[in-house]
């Protein structure tokens, strides 16, 4: 009796599994029509640039850049808990950019001394550096943050000759490229919000989890955000590498109080540029070409180094997190702002093209658990084909999948898509990181799948507390790695070099030093530097131990070089 209660109730388990099959398969195959029409969109547009527009006007190119007068400039750089990133993150910023007009803007807050005791330690080598600090302690959200330091841009600008042109967002662990502020100078005032693509530092082959974020923002920032911008004309933003105009910003804050980020979401970059979009701001998703160089092992890592030039949009590239909890915690971020706290706050208002991409936003919610039980039934029917195989399994009611039928028809354009979908993702991945990280795009889609899955699952579980229970959402810090190869000088700096590029001191004030070097039999320049109080012992110290680092590290004694570093 019990065996043919077991034997029933196999069959009734595996109709259920058809069921349930049936019905994920109709949910994937929507939101595969849905993704496959914005492969279609973007290859349209790409073949109409092609052959009609890119005949009727001549591409930007460095020269135009380089040929606008730099307006004042401000970047904005929210710190929590950045001690471990924050000072070779600047460093790298300004011995990177090719700009002289612009001012950081780091914001700590009052009970982060570890992360103020770096800026400060930074803000003393550079001129341009100002750091902001949050009365409050911390964390609050990250909107908080920027809310003060748009304050502090905003009394500083009062007793500037020329006003702020744009201000520029980033993170603690960007890499920026060296044209980025010339970019957004030459773009403003004439653009309100300007966004570069984000891109992923390439990880080791076997980095499954961070190459997840190598793979989809490969596709997403080369493919998805281009056609947004062109279906819809609004763009959100990405939270780094995004440029407001003083316009814009200006706006924002005389409707909310001086608080243009709003406080109440956790992705308030997504929100700020979806706010922007409606009050008819002109927006751009910056596609400017510039050429990349990389030095890389070929064949998963087994091969000998060799160095690659990549020609791609200019982007801010920097880590993703590598572990599987760091990963969706971090997302689940993403997806509590821009899908659950986004519907309630922005809604489904717009133009039907809005409402398009609001949906396309927000369906994450449901197809982030439809792709794992879609695995769960893959496992339960190769369970149940070895059971049949055994002849454990000999009850059956008629498939639901039978020869000919509708639902094998549907499994067959969902294999279609699958294929489709792979297709784009092996070549977007391909174009930026190289056939090897292609290849492993197909396997971190499963892994992409259950990291996306646990993100939306925690995303629903944050917002229904906070919704009941009215629990704050507080910045939940994700730790990044910095590359420290970016900031490796191929050659030694002399020390008026270092100074210079520390923006401690001036061109002027360095040639002038100089010339009385050479006037007085080669005197230290560092005796000069401090005898004109041009800087403070502390800075040129500094200096010196940044030379006896790098001296260090080619087996030469510190005591020469420090010897070398006075004279030089």
């Known amino acids: 009796m019990f065996g043919l209660s077991a034997t029933f109730f196999l069959a009734d388990y595996f109709r259920f599994l058809e069921m349930m099959a049936i019905a994920v398969a109709i949910v994937i195959l929507i939101s595969s029509v849905d993704d496959t029409f914005i492969d279609i969109c973007y290859w349209v547009r790409r073949l109409y640039r092609r052959f009609s527009l890119k005949k009727k006007f001549t591409r930007l190119n460095e020269e135009d850049l380089r040929g606008k007068p730099e307006q004042p400039l401000a970047v904005m750089v929210p710190a929590w808990h950045e001690y471990d990133v924050i000072a070779p993150m600047l460093e790298a910023m300004i011995a990177t950019l090719d700009y002289g007009n612009y001012r950081i803007y780091v914001g700590t807050y009052c009970n982060d001394a570890r992360t103020i005791a770096e800026v400060e330690r930074m803000r003393r080598r550079y001129r341009m550096l100002v750091r902001v600090e949050v009365p409050h302690p911390g964390p609050t959200c990250k909107a908080d943050c920027l809310n003060w330091i748009v304050q502090a841009i905003f009394r500083d600008q009062q007793i500037m000759k020329e006003p702020y042109a744009g201000v520029i967002l980033h993170d603690c662990e960007d890499v920026l490229h060296p044209l980025e502020l010339k970019y957004f100078n030459y773009l403003l005032p004439r653009i309100d919000f300007i966004q570069l693509p984000v891109a992923s530092l390439e990880r080791h082959w076997d980095e499954l989890v961070a190459g997840t974020y190598m793979d989809e923002f490969a596709e997403s920032h080369a493919k998805d955000m281009v056609v947004r911008e062109y279906l819809s004309g609004m763009v959100p933003s990405a939270g780094v590498g995004t440029c407001f105009s003083l316009k814009a910003i200006s706006e ?317």
């Open 252 to 568: 924002l804050a005389n409707e909310s109080a001086n608080q243009p980020f709003n406080t109440s979401t956790l992705t308030e970059d997504y929100d700020i540029g979806a706010r922007l979009a409606r009050r008819g701001m002109k927006q751009i998703f910056a596609k400017f070409p510039v050429q990349y160089t990389r030095t890389r092992r070929r064949w998963l890592g087994l091969g000998k180094p060799t160095t690659q030039a990549i020609h791609d949009s200019m982007s801010v590239r920097e880590y993703f997190p590598n572990t599987f909890r760091t990963a969706y915690r971090q997302k689940s971020r993403w997806t509590l702002g821009i899908s659950l706290q986004g519907w309630k706050l922005v809604g489904w208002e717009g133009s039907l093209t809005e409402k398009y991409f609001f949906f396309r936003d927000r369906k994450g919610l449901v197809t982030s658990f439809v792709a794992v039980v879609a695995y769960f039934l893959v496992f339960n029917f190769i369970l149940f084909q070895i059971a049949d195989e055994l002849g454990w399994w000999t009850t059956y009611y008629p498939t639901l999948f039978a020869p000919n039928s509708w639902a094998v028809d549907l499994l067959k354009l969902n294999l279609m898509f699958f294929i489709v979908r792979g297709a784009h993702r092996f070549y977007f991945v391909n174009r930026l990181y190289g056939w090897e990280h292609a290849l492993l795009s197909f396997p971190r889609m499963i892994v992409g799948n259950f990291v996306n899955a646990m993100a939306a699952a925690r995303a629903w579980r944050l917002f229904i507390v906070n919704y009941i229970f009215g629990t704050q959402l507080v910045w939940d810090k994700t730790m990044h790695d910095f590359p420290a190869t970016e900031l490796l000088q191929p050659e030694r700096q002399r020390l008026g070099e270092i100074l210079l590029s520390w923006r401690a001191v001036s061109e002027t004030e360095l040639e002038k030093a100089l010339q009385m070097q050479r006037e007085q039999g080669n005197r230290p320049l560092g005796e000069i530097l401090l005898e004109r109080q041009i800087v403070s012992d502390v800075i040129l110290n500094e200096a010196i131990d940044f030379q006896m680092q790098w001296l260090d590290a080619q087996d030469t004694s510190a005591s020469q070089l420090l010897k070398e570093a006075v004279k030089t």
